[in-house]
């Protein structure tokens, strides 16, 4: 995605801290980086606003449920092999009760 115009930092590397930006996981001065981004560019914002929405939606609709711990840290766990790079297992993560019910979740 990218409006066609020229940035400082590129629409990818923007949209690939989408979500870091919007759970506030970044350093101030990177999130300004990306903030600044928005500014200029048009179809980045209405992404992050999308997200956003989205973000507050699921909260509003599923923010009282607890995670239980075991399935937390295997999402944990499977985050940092992705972010190290290393290969992911095939085995899926499933949502308690979700294998009584026939539902599986990838």
Known sequence: MSCGEPHETDCSEVLDHLYEVLDHELPDSECVKYEDHFQECNPCLEKYGLEQ??????????GQDDVPSDLRAKVLGRIELIRSGQAVPDDDISLPGAVESGVRES
């Not at 929405?53 to 599923?62: G, I, N, S, W």
């Open 53 to 62: 929405a989205v973000k507050k939606l699921v909260k509003r609709c599923c």
